[in-house]
Structure formats: C-alpha cells, structure tokens
C-alpha cells in the first residue's frame, strides 16, 4: 500500500484548506484511513479516521467541529480532510496513514497516533497572518 498526501499550504487564521489522500494498493483487510499530525516540537497528534467499511468519521477533541473526513464518491481510494476555521495551532505535517492489521477500529485508532504502519509523506500546513 502506499499514501499520497498533498493539498498543504500557508493560510490566514479562520481559513480552510483541503488536504487529499490517494491511496493504492489498499485491499478488504485495511479497516480505517486518518489523518496524523505533528508539530514541531510536539508528538503525533491523531486528527481524524474514517472506516473504511461503515464509513464512520471519528475526529479528536481538538478539530471535532471544524473539520470534516470523506472519500471520494467516485474514487473510493482517495481520503479527504477538509479544514475549516483553521487555529495557528493547527499548524503542523499532516500525515495520512492507515493500518494493515486492522486491529483497530477507525474510533479506536484517531486516538493511537503511533499505531500505523504505513504512511504518506506528510504535507506541510501552516495557519499564520
């Protein structure tokens, strides 16, 4: 399985972003996509998970209600985080990483940032004015 994450950038306090996630080689074992952060300085921080079976979305205390996880209708392989009412501390890299022992469901693993195994290579969100 390998992860492409992309759509960071730099954006004004109270701003959104979107942030994609292209997955492939993912197969019926694979139970949750998420999104990891971390900032400099800072552990990893689990942002979000969705279920890749029920298609739930779970989200840490520190974005629920700002953001959103999805896939894609069309493309069941591409995962996306939209940022809303974006906080310079959500300044971080943002991963998206998944599973592949499926352990885990997706509510369980949001909160067990160090429990992924495969990674994408990060993309790079700053919030500043």
């Known amino acids: 399985v390998q992860l492409q994450a992309s759509g960071g950038g730099l954006v004004q306090p109270g701003g959104s972003l979107t942030l994609s996630c292209a997955a492939s080689g993912l197969t019926p074992d694979y139970r949750s996509m998420c999104w990891v952060r971390q900032a400099p300085g800072k552990e990893r921080e689990g942002v979000s998970c969705?279920?890749?079976?029920?298609?739930?979305?779970?989200y840490s205390q520190s974005v629920v209600g700002r953001f959103t996880i999805s896939r894609d209708n069309a493309n069941k392989n591409i995962v996306y985080l939209r940022m809303n009412m974006l906080r310079p501390e959500d300044t971080a890299v943002y991963y998206c990483?998944?599973?592949?022992?499926?352990?885990?469901?997706?509510?369980?693993?949001?909160?067990?940032?160090?429990?992924?195994?495969?990674w994408g290579q990060g993309t790079q969100v700053t919030v500043s004015s």
């Open positions: 969705i279920s890749l079976t029920a298609g739930s979305a779970h």
């Open positions: 990483a998944t599973d592949s022992l499926g352990w885990y469901s997706a509510g369980l693993l949001v909160n067990r940032p160090n429990d992924f195994d495969i």
